[in-house]
């Protein structure tokens, strides 16, 4: 059975920085497209960013240059870092990792790519 549980969430203020972690069980992230999402009150669930399975890495622009996801393949945790962080930023980021692997497996930053999440983790950034 596949298990995601993401921590790391919090409070922070505008400017700061937080790690978001995501440890799976009974699936292995190495060579794996995995993704990080956000959902926000109201709001329909939204990619973040994503890595492929030859570690290729793509974001939203709306986070270019302040996220970076990447992954610990030894600890089997997906990462998603964090920084200079915005009020609307605000929301419950999920992991999520996608059912097959391979070549020729789509890997993007849509909700459709993905077959497994977690339970996500709270992240409310202040003004």
């Known amino acids: 059975q596949v298990q995601l549980v993401e921590s790391g969430g919090g409070s922070v203020q505008a400017g700061g920085s937080l790690r978001l972690s995501c440890a799976a069980s009974?699936?292995?992230?190495?060579?794996?497209?995995m993704g990080w999402f956000r959902q926000s009150p109201g709001k329909e669930r939204v990619g973040v960013a994503r890595?492929?399975?030859?570690?290729?890495?793509t974001y939203v622009d709306s986070v270019k240059g302040r996220f970076v996801i990447t992954r610990d393949s030894a600890k089997n945790i997906l990462f998603l870092q964090m920084t200079s962080l915005k009020p609307e930023g605000t929301a419950e980021y999920y992991c999520a990792a996608a059912q097959f692997r391979g070549r020729g497996v789509r890997c993007s930053t849509e909700r459709n790519d993905f077959t497994y999440w977690g339970q996500g983790t709270q992240v409310t950034v202040s003004s």
């Open positions: 890595i492929a399975s030859d570690g290729s890495t």
């Open positions: 009974g699936y292995i992230i190495g060579g794996a497209c």
